[in-house]
């Protein structure tokens, strides 16, 4: 199957900085990129959809100014969470998928820890 | 309102024995669905999918059903394994929902395999 590599796999950051997570397709070219975070024991929360070279389409309640998401090649997009708060810590993953096709691959998700 | 749900959030069962995981949807523009495995802190991995032009469709020990009348569809595991364990993701799309062709997910259902 398609590779879809997401880093860092943790990241641990103060109060108040800013973290860029980064997910990138290996083998594909992703037009439609999916942001999602996961609480403990609670399922995939999708925060917003990007299309390469426009912008994203964000979740009602998911701040956008927060949670900046650039898409702009077909093979990256960055999520940077904005001035994080300890309530932002969370897993977080990406996904994506290439034109037409049915199947998202995931990446392996970033662990956000602020303290 | 949990367009798509898993109303059982555990499951155990013995290895070699089969074992069926079940996901109802409320929304009949769904015409594509999805299952996938997660592990702690990973991302998911994609296992099988159903179109709704389809009633079954099967790939190795796994197999999906689709009942569409009964807005219902269910993953079949035989023989099941102890590396089956895990959580079990059902997702729901729109094929022709242009940009917008995000998944909505079920909550899961964490599958223990008894040796």
């Known amino acids: 199957g398609a590779v879809v590599s997401q880093h860092p796999s943790w990241v641990i950051c103060k109060s108040g900085t800013s973290v860029k997570i980064e997910c990138r397709s290996l083998?594909?070219?992703?037009?439609?990129m999916f942001w999602y975070r996961q609480f403990p024991k609670q399922s995939l929360m999708l925060m917003a959809t990007?299309?390469?070279?426009?912008?994203?389409?964000?979740e009602q309640g998911v701040e956008k100014d927060k949670f900046l998401i650039n898409h702009a090649s077909l093979t990256l997009s960055t999520l940077t969470v904005t001035s994080a708060h300890p309530e932002d810590s969370s897993f977080y993953i990406c996904?994506?998928?290439?034109?037409?096709?049915?199947?998202?691959?995931f990446g392996q998700g970033t662990r956000l820890t602020v303290v | 309102d949990q367009q798509v749900k898993q109303n059982s959030p555990s499951l155990s069962v013995q290895e070699g024995r089969i074992s069926i995981l079940n996901c109802d949807y409320t929304n009949s523009m769904f015409d594509y669905f999805l299952w996938y495995k997660k592990y702690p802190a990973e991302g998911p991995t994609f296992l099988i999918s159903i179109s709704s032009i389809k009633d079954k469709n099967e790939d190795g020990r796994f197999t999906v059903f689709l009942n569409k009348s009964a807005k219902h569809l269910s993953l079949h595991i035989v023989p099941s394994q102890p590396g089956d364990s895990a959580v079990y993701f059902c997702a729901a799309g729109r094929l022709n929902a242009g940009n917008n062709r995000k998944l909505i997910w079920g909550l899961g259902t964490s599958l223990a395999v008894n040796p």
């Open positions: 996904s994506a998928i290439q034109g037409a096709d049915t199947e998202a691959f």
């Open positions: 083998d594909f070219q992703a037009t439609t």
């Open positions: 990007s299309n390469e070279g426009s912008k994203a389409t964000y």
